[in-house]
């Protein structure tokens, strides 16, 4: 959408302007304009006069012009934001793969990135790869036919993550790998070990207060597609555990895949494992809310949802409703998945503007819990 934006300390334009012509007031205002990577970038005075190493006086005077004649606006009291739609170079098109339309919180991701896509003027190419690697190929091969200047893709089959990488590495086109990391890409996503890791300490806990202590079996419901990355979420699961209650490592542990996460996988897995034996006191670590609430509904089918306690991750609006209802689905761990698509739009504009980029760019993420619910989700009931 911009332009080459970039701002050189060493072309400092304080510094006198050798070309006879040039207009200082002008060149001033051009390169205080050239500091806003983006629309959606807010700087304050200080940092306007940092990137361009003019007097705090000169600069004001400059900014206040540029918000009267409506190329700047102002943001509260201090910043200043890019105002100037009609003048571009050229609209970055970004391609956009997501994992699928199924899960919540994926539909909200590309809601957020198609949003944060127009607020800055960029064109986004939408496909799904709805947890298949074959399409994920298919996808990739179209990016590069439709010659898009960035990818974002969102794809959990480790298998085919280094031949999605040399496709877009031959075709020059840079890219970033959502949750699931891929040679060359830029990760944007989860700290999945620390995220388990806050949930397992915080069911172990539970399990001291409601059961003495004691539990008789461990269940991690994973997706071994991912390899290790997701699954990271469970290692960090059983080690909060353990942590906190150290005799959790004489219980015994069962592993079970769920097929990317999915709803369905989940339930049968859980229905089958349970059809000959009777549950009793059962931790369960889910790699997402979609199969922590499979494992709930398993277990009210056989009326036994008091001996269960379920931990999941992502907080998706289903998982909060069952938090309310002080259920055995005990916590869950935010991501904000509706953040998603201002940073991910951000971090494009930065890497197609050759700015520093770290090689990893981490969400936050929060615990969330049937006491702190309401206080971090206040506004839930206006979407119900």
């Known amino acids: 959408m911009f332009r080459n934006m970039e701002y050189r300390q060493s072309s400092k334009i304080s510094s006198p302007v050798t070309c006879p012509y040039t207009v200082q007031s002008i060149a001033r205002a051009a390169a205080i304009l050239n500091v806003f990577s983006s629309s959606t970038e807010v700087l304050e005075l200080r940092t306007v006069c940092n990137r361009t190493q003019l007097r705090k006086t000169t600069a004001f005077r400059i900014l206040e012009t540029l918000v009267e004649v409506g190329w700047l606006s102002r943001v509260g009291k201090h910043g200043y934001r890019y105002q100037i739609h009609s003048v571009r170079t050229k609209r970055f098109r970004i391609g956009y793969a997501a994992l699928s339309n199924l899960s919540p919180f994926t539909r909200t991701v590309t809601e957020s990135l198609s949003l944060a896509s127009n607020a800055s003027n960029v064109e986004l190419l939408v496909l799904n790869n709805r947890y298949s690697p074959r399409l994920a190929l298919v996808n990739a091969d179209r990016f590069i036919a439709e010659k898009v200047d960035l990818v974002i893709d969102s794809q959990v089959n480790f298998s085919v993550a280094a031949q999605i990488a040399a496709k877009f590495s031959d075709a020059a086109i840079p890219f970033i790998a959502v949750d699931i990391p891929h040679p060359g890409a830029i990760y944007f996503g989860a700290d999945n070990y620390n995220a388990g890791k806050m949930a397992g300490q915080y069911l172990a806990r539970w399990t001291n207060t409601h059961w003495n202590g004691t539990a008789n079996q461990i269940i991690f419901l994973g997706t071994d597609a991912a390899g290790p990355y997701h699954n990271a979420r469970l290692t960090g699961m059983y080690d909060g555990i353990c942590e906190v209650l150290p005799k959790a490592k004489n219980v015994p542990v069962c592993h079970f895949d769920t097929k990317g996460g999915q709803f369905e996988a989940a339930l049968n897995v859980v229905r089958k494992h ?69 940073r991910l739009v951000q971090l494009a504009l930065d890497i197609l503007n050759r700015k520093p980029i770290p090689p990893a760019v981490f969400t936050k993420h929060q615990l969330v819990t049937q006491e702190n619910v309401n206080k971090i989700y206040p506004n839930d009931s206006w979407t119900n």
């Open 274 to 342: 349970f059809r000959s034996r009777k549950p009793r006191r059962v931790l369960v670590g889910a790699v997402n809310d979609s199969t922590a609430l499979a494992t709930l509904q398993a277990f009210r089918e056989l009326g036994l949802e008091e001996e269960c306690a379920i931990i999941g991750q992502d907080a998706s609006i289903e998982a909060r409703e069952e938090l309310r209802r002080s259920s055995r689905l005990v916590c869950s761990v935010a991501y904000f998945p509706e953040t998603y698509g201002q």
